[in-house]
């Protein structure tokens, strides 16, 4: 592979290694911190168990998600000098605002909530947790940000020969921003309330401590089906929004090699040739595509022949296709994945007002197994996201093949992708050592007074 593949690959093998984690940080903090606000409401000990349970659980996460972050912001300076010199001066603000506000917020009071038991007042701790999802949201926020001008580059000017930001307002309501942070919020949402459901559902099924599961599945099943279903919304404004700015990358994403009539038809599944721009063994659903595009039954889509002589006019001769067949299936899969998860939590919630929900195992199962749903959602969803907005770094200013480092050879890179997996296999093995364990272990004597704190639960 040349220098490009191998940084690419780094990159995104990386990338997509630190976003299993991120969701889920946000997700349970929301989530912890919902129980935690019940636990000082109620005074009941069932919501201070299932804290003693799931707080380990999410600061494992966050550790983990943390050093795996570190590691991927080091390669703007190995793989993506170029980069990084050409779009610094817009790319670093939001990044260091994400350090120096974000990333201590969380981290000051995550420490609050470990050693605060015992130490102040309930409300208080209650709050530090309250504060650290603040805080894991907002980091979201700023990474967003910058990530948003890639996809959509405002608030800047070009200045001998990089872009320097001509205003920080402009990168804040970046139209792409707030189209891309709700979906990606949601998501993060939907992931801690899958895990924690299906984590729940494990123990119901098994019959360990259910009347205590009983409470955080419940919680869980309804903040899973709230937030499945905004995600399928906000997700359809940025489809909408893609099809205005980036349009070659809607076009990838349905293999719409030619320019459709004013009834598209959505595709459900076809055998895609790139060679000969033909598409084989097609099943569509009439109208759809224009109904997702216009919100109405009828609507030119235009397809990636146009889009690419239009390309050409603009910025020069060159290839300004995608790789049509993993973003074309990125995005079938992550439908598919939300459409389950907005089916399974319908059903709980069904289940739940029933008081069916502790006796259906078969369902119980399901939802074990359902919590690799949003983690398969996610990273489909950003690969359609990244591999989509191909061969552009920032689009329409830097292609991702100026973005590189152009004195890093081969040998080098595979010896940074060698290093960084033996390291995240390493982190993943204990994440998932320590996980087992927790689980495993359940919860102590539920009958017990005084249940231990996380950070000892940890220890």
């Given at each position: 592979?040349?220098?490009?593949?191998?940084?690419?690959?780094?990159?995104?093998?990386?990338?997509?290694?630190?976003?299993?984690?991120?969701?889920?940080?946000?997700?349970?903090?929301?989530?912890?911190?919902?129980?935690?606000?019940?636990?000082?409401?109620?005074?009941?000990?069932?919501?201070?168990?299932?804290?003693?349970?799931?707080?380990?659980?999410?600061?494992?996460?966050?550790?983990?998600?943390?050093?795996?972050?570190?590691?991927?912001?080091?390669?703007?300076?190995?793989?993506?000098?170029?980069?990084?010199?050409?779009?610094?001066?817009?790319?670093?603000?939001?990044?260091?605002?994400?350090?120096?506000?974000?990333?201590?917020?969380?981290s000051t009071f995550i420490g609050i909530w470990i050693f605060g038991w015992d130490r102040i007042s309930p409300r208080l701790h209650a709050l530090s947790m309250w504060l650290v999802f603040v805080g894991t949201t907002i980091s979201a926020y700023w990474i967003l940000t910058a990530n948003a001008f890639m996809q959509e580059p405002v608030g800047y000017a070009i200045q001998h020969g990089h872009a320097a930001m001509t205003s920080f307002g402009a990168l804040l309501t970046n139209p792409q921003l707030w189209v891309e942070f709700p979906h990606v919020f949601f998501g993060a949402l939907a992931t801690g309330a899958f895990v924690m459901a299906g984590l729940s559902a494990y123990f119901l099924i098994r019959k360990r401590h259910v009347a205590i599961f009983d409470r955080s599945?419940?919680?869980?099943?309804?903040?899973?089906?709230?937030?499945?279903?905004?995600?399928?919304?906000?997700?359809?404004?940025?489809?909408?929004?893609?099809?205005?700015?980036?349009?070659?990358?809607?076009?990838?994403?349905?293999?719409?090699?030619?320019?459709?009539?004013?009834?598209?038809?959505?595709?459900?599944?076809?055998?895609?040739?790139?060679?000969?721009?033909?598409?084989?063994?097609?099943?569509?659903?009439?109208?759809?595509?224009?109904?997702?595009?216009?919100?109405?039954?009828?609507?030119?889509?235009?397809?990636?022949?146009?889009?690419?002589?239009?390309?050409?006019?603009?910025?020069?001769?060159?290839?300004?296709?995608?790789?049509?067949?993993?973003?074309?299936w990125s995005f079938r899969i992550m439908v598919a994945a939300g459409v389950l998860m907005i089916l399974l939590s319908a059903l709980g919630a069904w289940l739940i007002v029933k008081e069916r929900h502790r006796v259906h195992r078969a369902y119980l199962r399901a939802m074990i197994w359902a919590m690799a749903l949003p983690y398969i959602a996610n990273t489909t969803g950003w690969i359609m996201t990244e591999v989509g907005r191909q061969p552009w770094t920032v689009f329409g200013l830097e292609s991702t093949a100026q973005g590189v480092s152009p004195t890093v050879p081969a040998g080098y890179v595979w010896t940074t992708l060698i290093g960084f997996g033996v390291i995240y296999g390493g982190l993943a093995v204990a994440a998932l050592y320590l996980v087992r364990k927790q689980i495993r272990t359940g919860l102590d004597d539920p009958n017990r007074e005084d249940a231990p704190s996380p950070s000892l639960t940890i220890a």
């Open positions: 592979m040349t220098e490009l593949g191998l940084a690419r690959l780094q990159f995104g093998v990386t990338t997509i290694y630190h976003f299993l984690f991120v969701p889920l940080t946000i997700g349970l903090a929301f989530l912890l911190a919902v129980i935690e606000t019940f636990y000082v409401v109620t005074g009941e000990k069932d919501f201070k168990r299932l804290l003693d349970f799931f707080g380990p659980i999410f600061l494992i996460n966050f550790a983990v998600g943390v050093v795996t972050g570190i590691f991927q912001e080091f390669q703007f300076g190995l793989n993506w000098s170029n980069y990084a010199r050409f779009v610094g001066d817009v790319f670093g603000a939001p990044l260091a605002v994400e350090a120096l506000l974000a990333f201590f917020l969380e599945f419940r919680i869980a099943t309804a903040v899973a089906l709230v937030s499945s279903l905004l995600v399928a919304v906000v997700g359809h404004d940025q489809a909408q929004h893609v099809l205005a700015t980036q349009p070659m990358k809607l076009a990838a994403s349905e293999a719409l090699w030619h320019t459709s009539s004013d009834h598209a038809s959505w595709t459900l599944f076809a055998s895609i040739d790139p060679t000969t721009q033909t598409n084989h063994d097609v099943v569509a659903v009439p109208d759809l595509l224009s109904i997702l595009a216009y919100n109405r039954l009828s609507g030119r889509v235009t397809g990636i022949d146009e889009l690419e002589r239009q390309y050409t006019s603009k910025y020069g001769p060159g290839n300004y296709v995608p790789p049509v067949i993993p973003t074309f």
